[in-house]
Structures are given as structure tokens and as C-alpha cells.
């Protein structure tokens, strides 16, 4: 609701998530936590890309509760991840998508070495 003003339904939200690290390598979560709560999040995902011979890894579910924002929760589970990603030879870049109004985030990966990777987002419906 915050990001993109979507209402969404908890039943579908909690299958995902489970449904999702059921997968295994492909969909993984990293969660910061302070004295047992989880206070932020990223999943991250891939995409394969045959015209460099490597995975691209997606940056997702990108989330810090309001009351621990601006304190380096997130740069911590960036770094975190690419610090994992390093390892592997064969992933080359990082990416993610934003709502276009979203300034904060916006600001924020860019802020962290994010540009514009000059590609539009574009999707059809299958359901
Ligand atoms: C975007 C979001 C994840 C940032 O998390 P955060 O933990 O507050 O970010 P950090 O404190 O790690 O900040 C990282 C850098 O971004 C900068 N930054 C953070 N919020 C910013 C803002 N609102 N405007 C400008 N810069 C910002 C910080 O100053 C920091 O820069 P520095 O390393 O030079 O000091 C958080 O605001 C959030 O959860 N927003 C709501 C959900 C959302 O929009 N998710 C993204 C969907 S694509």
C-alpha cells in the first residue's frame, strides 16, 4: 500500500512467501532484525542472460519498517547481498524496478550506484 498503492490480500501475500523460499536458490530473502524483530527486508531473484553468458539478480521486495528508516538498514542488506553475489563469477549485474514516483527509493538507490539501466517495464496479462 505504501509503495504502490496496492491492498493486498494477506492469504495470496503469505503463499507467495512460502512458495517462493520453497523454490530454493532462486528466490532467497536476506532480514535485518533488531532484538528479535524483523525490521527490513530484500528477496532477491534471477534472470538469465544468454547475450552475456551470466545471471542478471533482481532486487525485490525491498522494505524497512518507517520508525528504523534512514539509519543504514538497507545499505547493510544491500552490501550483504552483493557481498554474496561477489562470489558467484557468473552473476554480472544487479537490478531492480521502482515506481517512477517513488522518490525516496528512488533517491536512495542512487545514493548506493543505481542508474537507469534504459529499458521501460513493460508487461500483458496471462491471468
Ligand atoms: C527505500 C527504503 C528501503 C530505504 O531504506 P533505509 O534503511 O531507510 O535506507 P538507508 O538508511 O540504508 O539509506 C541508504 C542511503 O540512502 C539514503 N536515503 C535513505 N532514504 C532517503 C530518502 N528518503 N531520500 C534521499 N536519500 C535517502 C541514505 O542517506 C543513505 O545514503 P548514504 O549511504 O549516503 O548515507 C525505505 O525508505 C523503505 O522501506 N521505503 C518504503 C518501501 C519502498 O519504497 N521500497 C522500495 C520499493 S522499490
Keep these: 500500500m505504501e509503495t504502490e498503492g496496492r491492498q493486498l ?10 512458495r517462493g523460499l520453497d523454490v530454493g536458490e532462486e528466490v532467497r530473502y536476506f532480514v535485518a532484525d533488531a532484538d528479535g524483530q ?7 531473484t534471477r534472470e538469465w542472460s544468454d547475450w552475456r553468458d551470466g545471471w542478471i539478480a533482481w532486487l525485490q521486495s525491498v522494505y ?9 538498514v538497507f545499505k547493510g542488506l544491500l552490501q ?3 557481498d554474496q553475489l561477489k562470489q558467484q563469477p557468473d552473476v554480472v549485474c544487479m537490478r ?11 533517491a536512495t538507490y542512487q545514493k548506493l550506484n543505481f542508474a537507469d ?3 521501460h ?6 491471468q
Design 9 to 18: 490480500d494477506s492469504a495470496t501475500v503469505q503463499a507467495g512467501v512460502t
Design 38 to 44: 524483523v525490521i527490513g527486508q530484500i528477496m532477491l
Design 64 to 72: 524497512v519498517v518507517a520508525e528504523a528508516r534512514g539509519k543504514g
Design 80 to 82: 550483504h547481498a552483493i
Design 96 to 106: 531492480l524496478y521502482v515506481e517512477r514516483d517513488n522518490n525516496a527509493a528512488i
Design 117 to 119: 539501466s534504459g529499458y
Design 121 to 126: 517495464v513493460m508487461e500483458t496479462p496471462l
